[in-house]
């Protein structure tokens, strides 16, 4: 088994009322107790916007500096996500595919590093 992100970019959202977002959670909830139900689900949260972000950090002299801003230079945030522990790529791409219909909005999909311990085995050298 692998884990996979699957993401949606806050800027690929229209704007919507919180009634209509409350709809689109009521309409994901069923898919996200199916992927419960098949023992792939790790977690999931759809509720990030530029509005949550708590601080910015960078390392400087090797010491972590936080700050209000300024934050990372791009307009793109990450809107919501799950976290699928699946057998591979294409079950990945097909639980990312039943949000994606049922929210009415594109879908990214990323897998996790393979790691032993903390020793990646996935890096790019």
């Known amino acids: 088994m692998a884990e996979y992100l699957i993401t949606f ?5 229209p704007d919507f ?6 709809e689109k959670a009521t309409s994901v909830r069923p898919v996200i107790e199916e992927m419960k139900a098949a023992g792939v ?5 759809g509720g990030l916007d ?7 950090v960078t390392a400087q002299d090797g010491e972590p500096v936080f700050t209000d801003g300024p934050y990372v230079e791009t307009k793109e945030h990450l809107g919501g996500f799950a976290v699928v ?5 294409d079950a990945a791409r097909y639980w ?6 049922a ?5 990214e999909v990323h897998r996790f590093p393979r790691s032993v ?4 085995i996935d890096t790019i050298a």
Do not use: H, K, Y
């Open 50 to 56: 530029a509005s949550t972000t708590v601080c910015s």
């Open 117 to 120: 311990g903390t020793l990646e």
């Open 41 to 45: 689900f790790v977690f999931s949260n």
């Open 17 to 22: 009322t919180l009634e209509e977002v409350r």
């Open 9 to 13: 970019n806050d800027e690929w959202v």
């Open 96 to 101: 990312a595919g039943r949000i994606a219909v």
């Open 103 to 107: 929210l009415d909005w594109p879908q």
């Open 85 to 89: 522990d699946v057998a591979d790529d």
